[in-house]
């Protein structure tokens, strides 16, 4: 079994900061890729920022310049630091994974449970 466990997440004023953290546990041979999805209410789930286990990082438009994703391979944990947040930023955050848990099966995605990041106007 793997486990997303996630923490950070909070109320904050706009203009402020918060990190995310994400640790995956579990029976893990290796995680190609993590990274943060968003849904606010009413809308879909987006991707927020991934990184790859190469350290290569992907970001959506509305938060570069903004957020930054990083990850401790040691660890099996992913971080996103999130600066000048605004309110249209307030969702939950979702970390997601895609792991193998083992060499004899293919990579599966997994999800944290979910951590809400609202910011005040």
């Known amino acids: 079994q793997v486990q997303l466990v996630e923490s950070g997440g909070g109320l904050v004023q706009a203009g402020g900061s918060l990190r995310l953290s994400c640790a995956a546990s579990?029976?893990?041979?290796?995680?190609?890729?993590m990274g943060w999805y968003r849904q606010a209410p009413g809308k879909q789930r987006e991707l927020v920022a991934a990184?790859?286990?190469?350290?290569?990082?992907n970001y959506a438009d509305s938060v570069k310049g903004r957020f930054t994703i990083s990850r401790d391979n040691a660890k099996n944990t992913v971080y996103l630091q999130m600066n000048s947040l605004k309110p249209e930023d307030t969702a939950v955050y979702y970390c997601?994974?895609?792991?193998?848990?083992?060499?004899?099966?293919?990579?599966?995605?997994?999800w944290g449970q979910g951590t809400q990041v609202t910011v005040s106007s």
């Open positions: 579990g029976s893990i041979f290796r995680i190609k890729v």
């Open positions: 990184v790859t286990n190469g350290g290569s990082t």
């Open positions: 997601n994974a895609r792991i193998r848990a083992t060499v004899w099966v293919d990579e599966s995605d997994y």
